[in-house]
């Protein structure tokens, strides 16, 4: 990936090269998108810019993106049509002129000072680096309801954070997106972007190349983030999560063809996410109306048993 050169601005103030560009993607998000551009115009740090890419939005993305973009000239806005969250970031990355870089999904928000916290983590060193904080979870749309769980304090174990993302992601260890803040070097000099063929665990395939470039990093022990749990967040497809999932895992594997080390997590993290997803999937058969209403109780309580010795085994 090439950064482009500074897009020309109509004022002066637009012209000077911001510290962070926030990247913001949008697919039928707009009910939610004014809380997540209203979370970065509150930061306490102000040095950023905002972009905003409409990634073939039908709803009110538009309109509300409009509105925020006459309230503040740091705030920009492009369409494309429909390509995918992946595509809708690098589309961010492509236009974005910061030295640090912040993703946020429109139905996430970040809290006030997160930026200004890792911009001081991140400032005391000249090595590429990035920084990650603790983050909470919502129990429901709304943003009153913040919950946290083990997970939302994940933590490095092992000897390169790495091999963590490589063995321990969406078991024990998950970090959302807007949880990072990244020198955006480590993106532009190692041509690192999203993987526009895979249809989920994108996130995951980007932060294993970052990764194996050995950043430095930094933690920030406060939960700075929001990461919003909703219906259609919730709706998800697990055979379609499983094939996205291994497909990555696939993908990995030939980027780290000369370490067996880190080959050897993958395919077991591989076989790992296989059972735990066909288990879910099988769950899911047995929870169902016409499963209960029309297999025979003998049938449905041998199902149960077989599902429940695959969940120890996983």
Same mark, same amino acid.
């Given at each position: 990936?090439?950064?482009?050169?500074?897009?020309?601005?109509?004022?002066?103030?637009?012209?000077?090269?911001?510290?962070?560009?926030?990247?913001?993607?949008?697919?039928?998000?707009?009910?939610?998108?004014?809380?997540?551009?209203?979370?970065?115009?509150?930061?306490?740090?102000?040095? $950023?810019?905002?972009?905003?890419?409409?990634?073939?939005?039908?709803?009110?993305?538009?309109?509300?993106?409009?509105?925020?973009?006459?309230?503040?000239?740091?705030?920009?806005?492009?369409?494309?049509?429909?390509?995918?969250?992946?595509?809708?970031?690098?589309?961010?990355?492509?236009?974005?002129?910061?030295?640090?870089?912040?993703?946020?999904?429109?139905?996430?928000?970040?809290?006030?000072?997160?930026?200004?916290?890792?911009?001081?983590?991140?400032?005391?060193?000249?090595?590429?680096?990035?920084?990650?904080?603790?983050?909470?979870?919502?129990?429901?749309?709304?943003?009153?309801?913040?919950?946290?769980?083990?997970?939302?304090?994940?933590?490095?174990?092992?000897?390169?954070?790495?091999?963590?993302?490589?063995?321990?992601?969406?078991?024990?260890?998950?970090?959302?997106?807007?949880?990072?803040?990244?020198?955006?070097?480590?993106?532009?000099?190692?041509?690192?972007?999203?993987?526009?063929?895979?249809? /989920?665990?994108?996130?995951?395939?980007?932060?294993?190349?970052?990764?194996?470039?050995?950043?430095?990093?930094?933690?920030?022990?406060?939960?700075?983030?929001?990461?919003?749990?909703?219906?259609?967040?919730?709706?998800?497809?697990?055979?379609?999560?499983?094939?996205?999932?291994?497909?990555?895992? /696939?993908?990995?594997?030939?980027?780290?063809?000369?370490?067996?080390?880190?080959?050897?997590?993958?395919?077991?993290?591989?076989?790992?996410?296989?059972?735990?997803? $066909?288990?879910?999937?099988?769950?899911?058969?047995?929870?169902?109306?016409?499963?209960?209403?029309?297999?025979?109780?003998?049938?449905?309580?041998?199902?149960?048993?077989?599902?429940?010795?695959? $969940?120890?085994?996983?």
């Amino acid at each position: 990936m090439v950064r482009p050169n500074p897009r020309d601005e109509p004022s002066t103030a637009q012209s000077i090269t911001p510290q962070v560009s926030v990247i913001i993607p949008c697919y039928n998000q707009g009910h939610f998108l004014g809380e997540a551009v209203q979370s970065i115009i509150d930061q306490t740090f102000r040095d $950023w810019e905002c972009i905003i890419v409409n990634d073939g939005s039908t709803d009110s993305t538009k309109d509300v993106a409009g509105r925020f973009l006459r309230m503040d000239n740091r705030i920009s806005y492009f369409e494309q049509r429909n390509k995918g969250l992946a595509a809708a970031r690098n589309r961010g990355l492509h236009e974005c002129r910061g030295k640090f870089i912040q993703f946020l999904d429109a139905d996430d928000v970040i809290l006030p000072e997160k930026i200004a916290a890792q911009m001081e983590l991140l400032g005391s060193t000249t090595a590429q680096a990035l920084a990650y904080c603790d983050y909470y979870k919502t129990k429901g749309a709304g943003l009153h309801n913040l919950i946290s769980d083990p997970l939302c304090e994940p933590r490095f174990r092992l000897k390169r954070p790495l091999l963590d993302i490589a063995s321990r992601w969406e078991t024990d260890f998950s970090i959302p997106a807007h949880c990072f803040l990244f020198d955006a070097r480590l993106f532009f000099n190692h041509r690192i972007e999203f993987n526009e063929k895979l249809p /989920n665990h994108e996130d995951w395939d980007c932060w294993m190349r970052i990764f194996a470039t050995d950043p430095i990093v930094k933690h920030q022990a406060q939960k700075s983030v929001v990461y919003r749990i909703h219906e259609n967040s919730l709706a998800r497809d697990e055979i379609k999560m499983w094939r996205g999932f291994r497909n990555a895992i /696939n993908s990995q594997l030939k980027l780290f063809r000369d370490s067996p080390e880190v080959r050897a997590l993958l395919a077991n993290k591989r076989a790992q996410m296989r059972t735990i997803y $066909w288990s879910r999937r099988i769950s899911l058969l047995l929870n169902s109306r016409p499963f209960r209403k029309f297999v025979p109780w003998t049938i449905q309580k041998r199902v149960a048993n077989f599902c429940r010795q695959v $969940w120890r085994a996983s």
